[in-house]
């Protein structure tokens, strides 16, 4: 047999295997993957109703992530509010959320909050986490996204950026 024949059989034989393989990898995807972009976030906000529906569901504790659990106290120095506001970080399923517990003036003023929910947070890892984050800014309320940074085990950094008004928090354990 001639050099270029067995080449060129060779090299039949090579495209057919690798399209056979391929043919068989694209039949056996699952259907799911293949909704379009808006099918895909109706999915998403559906998801989230479901989870803000049913908050309380019974999870294993995990000691790597759920010392996290507990009260913080953030301070704060704006024209607006010159203080702190202690919050308290709760499981709910599988996401941690916080809750306003507790205004502080800088003279030591005390008064309870209303226990409003400023910030879910979706992943965390026990280091690093993403979530949500409530921002009032000129009496408007934004949900915007944002990273936390663990310094130590009694300190963490929330950092967020919102078209350019950005910040950096500073969480301490209460």
């Not at 979706?122 to 409530?134: I, Q, V």
């Amino acid at each position: 047999m001639k050099k270029t024949t067995l080449v060129f059989r060779s090299l039949a034989v090579i495209i057919f295997i690798a399209g056979i393989a391929h043919l068989t990898s694209f039949a056996s995807q699952k259907d799911d993957l293949n909704y379009s972009y808006e099918d895909s976030i109706d999915l998403n906000q559906k998801q989230n109703l479901y989870q803000d529906e049913n908050p309380k569901k019974i999870t294993k504790s995990n000691p790597e992530t759920d010392y996290i659990v507990g009260k913080w106290k953030v301070s704060y120095n704006s024209d607006n509010f010159k203080g702190a506001v202690v919050y308290s970080i709760k499981k709910e399923g599988k996401v941690f959320n916080a809750y306003t517990h507790q205004y502080q003036d800088e003279k030591g003023n005390q008064k309870k909050a209303e226990g409003a929910k400023t910030l879910i947070i979706k992943s965390f890892d026990g280091y690093k986490g993403k979530g949500r984050y409530t921002v009032e800014y000129e009496d408007q309320q934004y949900q915007v996204n944002c990273q936390i940074d663990m310094v130590d085990e009694n300190t963490f950094k929330l950092s967020y950026d919102h078209y350019g008004y950005g910040d950096v928090e500073t969480w301490k354990r209460q």
